[in-house]
């Protein structure tokens, strides 16, 4: 399997656009996570999903952010419109079958907001 | 208050050092105690995990828990310069696979 792949792996918008991230978990793994990474804050959970659908989404900053998993195969990571404080590396993880089994990362997103 | 605070450095040292990272928690649901460590540029991968409080060894490096007080720690032994990274700590309860990290120490080995 190739990891999780996330895309682009670079991205440089203009403040207002509506800026879109994509993530293709391990195949069989059932949990997707998106975290956001900054010096200032770390590695903040956004949004995870189980088996497609969102368990918990209290980390989504604003109402500007969405996340969608259409099946298990793929996920989008949607901030609409973008903001200078959005800039960050977003990151796509996922998690197989049971309990506490380890999360493998994407290689992240880095995202511009100008 | 974070559910899991850790120091962010940054900790710089020499060669050869023994190196201590820490983080303490607030929630005492959590039960699965992981350090990941991320390389510049990198996603974080997993280095170590444990489930229980003591010590678990592999190599240089040993976990360590501490239940009753909420704090974990991670050793490195001889450190080396391809050790210097940012390490993560990490931990889940019982709760549906909501995994959560600390903010991460960036480590500098010197040569």
């Known amino acids: 399997d190739a990891g999780v792949i996330q895309s682009p792996r670079h991205e440089v918008t203009e403040m207002g656009q509506e800026v879109t991230l994509r993530c293709k978990p391990i195949?069989?793994?059932?949990?997707l996570f998106w975290y956001r990474q900054t010096m200032m804050r770390g590695l903040e959970l956004l949004i995870y999903?189980?088996?497609?659908?969102?368990?918990?989404d209290s980390g989504m900053p604003e109402d500007r952010f969405s996340a969608k998993m259409p099946n298990a195969s793929f996920s989008t990571l949607k901030i609409q419109p973008s903001e200078p404080r959005d800039s960050a590396v977003y990151f796509c993880?996922?998690?197989?079958?049971?309990?506490?089994?380890?999360?493998?990362f994407g290689q992240g997103t880095r995202l511009t907001v100008v | 208050q974070k559910e899991v605070e850790q120091d962010p450095g940054p900790l710089s040292v020499p060669e050869g050092a023994i190196v201590s990272l820490n983080c303490t928690y607030s929630?005492?649901?959590?039960?699965?105690f992981m350090w990941y460590r991320q390389y510049s540029r990198k996603g974080p991968e997993l280095l170590m995990y444990?489930?229980?409080?003591g010590n678990k060894e592999d190599g240089r490096f040993t976990a360590q828990v501490d239940k009753s007080s909420k704090y974990i720690s991670l050793f490195i032994r001889d450190s080396q310069p391809s050790d210097s990274a940012t390490y993560l700590c990490?931990?889940?309860?019982?709760?549906?696979?909501?995994?959560?990290f600390g903010q991460g120490t960036e480590l500098s080995v010197k040569p």
């Open positions: 993880a996922s998690r197989g079958q049971g309990l506490h089994t380890e999360a493998f």
């Open positions: 195949s069989g793994h059932n949990s």
């Open positions: 999903f189980n088996n497609n659908v969102p368990i918990d």
């Open positions: 929630n005492s649901a959590f039960q699965y």
């Open positions: 444990t489930y229980s409080s």
């Open positions: 990490a931990m889940d309860g019982n709760q549906g696979g909501k995994l959560i």
